[in-house]
């Protein structure tokens, strides 16, 4: 029978009373409920001769859903990260197994996916072909990865001063996560050709920047009209980009462009009550005052670049606009209620997994213990909405804000149980003192 919306501490209860595989400690909730997603997971595997690939969501109707997706944001590539990160935390054989399957699938596949991005192509298999091989040193992983920047070399267009794979400039498709993840390509791979391109495609991202009062500002496209200001689709992804650069390279123009677009989110954000929120893009009027709270749109995404500037300058303005961030978050209602920007959701992007990993990160930053308390709330709520069955615990929420109806269970890491599991470990790993050593080519804590 289905359990949801429970109390976060009977939600805890619960697992703490549910008899645990022999290889869990009973005072390890948080792996024990990891362990239950992954058997729900797992239940959803197709085995093919190629490997293992599952659907982005199980039992939904349509052949797309049930199909092969090659994506980070959606697909195989972030059950395969979500179970090596089990690995670690169980020790277990299977888990790894389980992980080399789906890694040995996305070999076999790779020629498939031309698209570029990090989240939607290419550069985000490459990341997690990555992680596989320091799982398991196996030379074919790191061979499949430097496939990838093989690729991605072969596919990059000549515009203006530089490259670029699209005309999308974003974190998630576009040519801003590309560049990420050649940065963190050239370092694991000792590939100076992928740092090349990576400057490359910066120097594109450069002369795309719209010049406002403020600032700088960048479309998702060229000729797009609508404005998206925070990470994942807009002038705050770009920015931490270009300050990625500037970090490997010492390029002054590069920080320059990254301080421009940081100048005009501040000149645009909310900031009462010593806060910073940074409102959605909808131009219409239900949307002046629509501020989401999570990764894609909100404070957790965009303190990426306020706490990348505070790298790279010293300054320590940039690390207070981070903790204004966190205190829009605290102070806006959740975990205990919803607001117009934080629906149903429970993800990595939108959702409570997302805001509760950032938070763990201030923590561990700051030391603070009221970050670490909030983290932990969000994560009470996480659990309480999950639904638990015969075949494991899954959370079946919605993606899109605007319908909040339309309610499915995912298995990837963006919107789905690999990336709430993955979470979870996290959390278990923080307890245990044990190091969590998987990061992301867009993560700069």
Known sequence: MSKRLLSASLVLALLLLTPAPRTIAADRPYLAAATDTARWIRSTAVKTPQGTYWPATPGDAGPAAQGINPTLYSGTPGVVLFLLELH????????????????????????????????????GVGFVLGEVYKATNDA????????????????????????EWTPVTDIISGTAGTGLYLLHAAKELNMPAARDLAVRAGRRMIELGQAEKSGTTWPMSPGMARMMPNFSHG???IAYFLARLNEETKDKAFLDSAVSG????????????????????????????????????????????????????????????????????????????????????????????????????LHTLTGSKEYLAFSERMTGQLLAAGTRDAKGLYWVHAEHRVRPKNVFAQTGWMQGAAGIGAWLLRLDAHQQNRPSPMRFPDLPF
């Open 140 to 163: 074919r992983y790191r061979d499949g990865m430097r496939k990838s920047v093989e690729i991605l070399q072969r596919t990059a267009v000549e515009r203006g001063a530089g490259v």
């Open 88 to 123: 670690r935390a169980s020790g277990r054989a299977d888990d790894l197994q389980d992980a080399r399957a789906g890694a040995d699938h996305l070999l076999a596949t790779l020629d498939d996916k031309p698209q570029s991005g990090l989240y939607t192509g290419v550069a």
């Open 235 to 237: 002038t705050a992804g």
């Open 262 to 361: 940081a100048r005009y989110l501040q000149a645009i954000a909310a900031t009462q009550g010593d806060m910073c929120l940074i409102l959605h893009h909808e131009p219409e009027e239900d949307g002046k005052n629509l501020f989401y709270l999570g990764y894609c749109h909100g404070p957790v995404g965009t303190a990426r670049l306020w706490y990348q500037l505070a790298k790279v300058t010293g300054d320590k303005e940039w690390m207070e606009w981070v903790h204004k961030s966190a205190r829009g978050i605290m102070k806006s209602g959740v975990p205990e209620q919803q607001t117009p920007g934080f629906w149903n959701n429970v993800g990595q992007c939108c959702g409570s997994a997302g805001v509760a990993e950032f938070f763990l990160h």
